[in-house]
């Protein structure tokens, strides 16, 4: 599994969502890379690890993750986050603090849970895989963009950035897709022992805004911030802001604690 490794201070780690790789964060890195040392994963099937064909199982990825950059803050966004809050919930010894960008403990709607998608969507992009590779992709990111006031810049951006290291293995969508539709971590959040940050796009038309919300008074020492103007990936609309929310973050930690 790739890992770049860049900056300078205390460790941050960064995972990406479902169908892109590290290199998303450019951005956010560029902002953060001079007062933190950023780990950007690229996960299995996905970017500089395509050709890696380990399973998206959150348990074991979480614990060779740890094993590589331990006592780090770590961040993940939409699918990413899932082997994040995983990583803080097994390993709260290693794991310093987690931060949730565009991410839910649960996916999908239900009947107590109306922070969520409809049950189909993620068997119908699953469909559409097949029959659309590379078109199916290219819809996601619009939806990704979607709700941004900036939401043509965004997309022109993605569509130059998610290909840049080549396509996805489509092994590893299927198994992402199949990850977010199951998923439910909802009854773990009190058992979080690091302090975490929840952060959304209001707009965001994949996760809605108020699944953050939601999570964090399920977890003890959680705060949550809904940025007004961004969608389901506020790093690129609102860039500035996310940054200023995870340095106040960091901030209120022990640094002496994250430090690389």
């Known amino acids: 599994m790739y890992i770049e490794t860049r900056g300078q201070g205390p460790a941050l780690a960064m995972i990406h969502g479902w169908a892109m790789h590290g290199g998303l964060f450019a951005p956010l890195a560029e902002r953060l890379a001079d007062h ?6 690229d996960l299995p099937g996905h970017g500089h690890s ?21 006592d780090a803050v770590w961040l993940g966004w939409s699918l990413g986050g899932q082997f994040a809050l995983r990583a803080a919930l097994d390993f709260p010894e290693h794991v310093r603090g987690l931060i949730m960008i565009a991410s839910s403990p649960r996916f999908v709607a239900g009947t107590d849970w109306p922070h969520g998608v409809t049950p189909q969507l ?15 992709l290219e819809g996601f990111l619009a939806l990704e963009a979607l709700g941004s006031p900036h939401a043509q810049e965004e997309l022109r951006s993605l569509k130059v ?15 992402g897709l199949t990850l977010l539709d199951g998923l439910d971590l909802r009854a ?8 975490s940050l929840w952060i959304s796009g209001r707009r965001d038309r994949l996760v809605p805004a108020g699944a953050m919300p939601a999570a964090a008074a399920l977890a003890p020492d959680a ?7 961004a969608g389901h990936a506020p790093f690129l609309g609102a860039t500035d802001q996310v940054a200023d929310e995870i340095d106040a973050f960091m901030a209120s930690l022990d640094v002496a604690q994250v430090q690389a």
Do not use: W
Request: net charge negative; proline share 7%.
């Open 50 to 70: 395509r050709d890696d064909a380990t399973p998206l199982q959150p348990e074991a990825l979480a614990a060779e993750l740890v094993a590589r950059v331990p």
């Open 161 to 175: 950035q998610a290909f840049e290291r080549g396509e996805p293995a489509e092994r590893a969508l299927q198994e």
């Open 188 to 195: 773990e959040l009190a058992g979080l022992q690091v302090p």
């Open 36 to 41: 933190y040392t950023l780990h950007l994963v």
């Open 223 to 229: 705060r949550s911030v809904v940025i007004a103007h």
């Open 122 to 136: 993620f068997g119908d992009f699953g469909d559409a895989l097949r029959r659309d590779f590379r078109g199916t």
